[in-house]
């Protein structure tokens, strides 16, 4: 596996822990009302779909690249 | 003599020597650290008390972006070298050594944290009480058993806690580290200053209290011998912040002799960025599992 395959890898992984964290930190705020929690919610979720828009140019940009 | 195979891949395996090698080498680490993984996960489904909240989640948080920045730097790094464009690939990896130091920094910052936090337990429970209304007035027992009830998630258990079963946590005058009951006592110092916690849901900290050394039991900072949450905590994440360091290392080295590599043989060094780019992807991987399991769940 090459170092793309693995980077594609880890980027879905970091995505399903962003939204999971968002979704975390949104059902927290949803009990202690802290604007903290909701910050660090949306913040994640944010995080997550530039994580996918990342994934999607990262690919294009090394499609000549093999995945072994 | 030329090593073999350090660009071309090998017939009979279809990679060059160095992915095979680097791969191997990451199947003995998936074992070393599912291992500890499984102890953290067996050590606490079969403990009756597991604290949480110990750790800082906007810390850990950071410390989370920092590391996939980071993984993000590093595989930009090799396409630039993948790409010819070598002032790029300094550029990116320098930002990468960056990010891991800053990832140690703070973890350097959560680890000093702890080794000044104290808990101290007392002798008996009259005593016990004693000080908890020394340390938050009327209602000590109160304030100090709900910080306890916090910790410990015990908000839905019919079970009751003695006094002298919970600690009273907070600092030391001066913040040392590392101090036991042991070395105090043996310093010939009598009493300590203790500040304690704010009560739960505050962040006023009480007034410090004179706490006399002969009413404690027991007085332990945040270190591994605290208690098996401290023990496993430590033992994995300073085992990935050697694995962090590591990583920095090698990849500095990268950055410091590429004008040197990149003249010899730029193929082969985009394939040594590659090998140490697949071990920094796997510390950042690591860290995607570590840190729900530490600091949320």
């Known amino acids: 596996m090459s170092l793309k395959a693995f980077h594609i890898l880890f ?15 949104l059902d927290r705020y949803a009990t202690t009302k802290v604007a903290a929690d909701l910050w660090f919610g949306v913040g994640s979720c944010v995080t997550g779909v530039t994580l996918i828009a990342y994934g999607i140019y990262f690919l294009k940009k090394l499609k000549n690249i093999s995945y072994l | 003599m030329e090593i ?20 191997l080498f ?27 909240g110990m750790v800082s989640i906007p810390v850990g ?3 989370t972006f920092v590391l996939i920045a980071s993984s993000v730097t590093v595989v930009m790094s090799w396409a630039s070298l993948k790409l010819g464009k070598l002032s790029a690939f300094k550029g990116y990896m ?66 009751t806690y003695d006094a002298n079963q919970i ?3 907070g600092h030391l005058f001066g913040n040392p580290m590392f101090a036991t009951l042991k070395k105090l006592t043996s310093a010939k110092q009598e009493t300590i200053q203790f500040t304690p916690d704010a009560p739960f849901g505050t962040h006023d900290h009480p007034k410090a209290i004179e706490v006399k050394l002969s009413d404690v039991q027991r007085l332990s ?28 290392i090698v990849l500095a080295y990268f950055l410091f002799t590429a004008d040197h590599w990149w003249k010899k043989s730029p193929e082969q060094m985009a394939n040594r960025v590659e ?6 992807h796997f510390v950042d991987l690591v860290w995607i599992f570590l840190f729900p399991i530490i600091y949320l769940l």
């Open chain 2, 167 to 169: 600690q009273l946590t």
């Open chain 2, 4 to 23: 073999p195979y350090t660009v071309k891949p090998r017939p009979d395996t279809g990679l060059y020597n160095a992915k095979l090698g680097i791969w």
């Open chain 2, 61 to 63: 948080t950071f410390n």
């Open chain 2, 221 to 248: 900072a945040y270190v591994p011998a605290h208690s098996t949450y401290f023990a496993i905590y430590f033992t994995i994440t300073a085992l990935h912040g050697l694995h962090v360091l590591g990583g920095a």
């Open chain 2, 26 to 52: 990451l199947a003995s680490e998936v074992m070393l650290f599912g291992g500890l993984f499984s102890a953290y996960i067996l050590l606490r489904v079969s403990s009756d008390l597991w604290p949480h």
């Open chain 2, 94 to 159: 320098a930002a990468t050594i960056v990010c891991a130091l800053g990832f140690l920094g703070v973890k350097s910052f959560e680890y000093y944290a702890k080794f000044t936090h104290y808990d101290v337990w007392f002798k008996d429970e009259a005593t016990a009480k004693k000080y908890f209304t020394a340390a938050y007035g009327e209602k000590g027992e109160e304030a100090t058993r709900k910080l306890f009830v916090e910790r410990f998630h015990l908000h839905n258990t019919k079970a």
């Open chain 1, 11 to 25: 980027i879905t992984a970091s995505v399903a822990l962003s939204f999971w964290f968002g979704w975390y930190e």
């Open chain 2, 275 to 280: 090998v140490g780019g697949l071990f920094w």
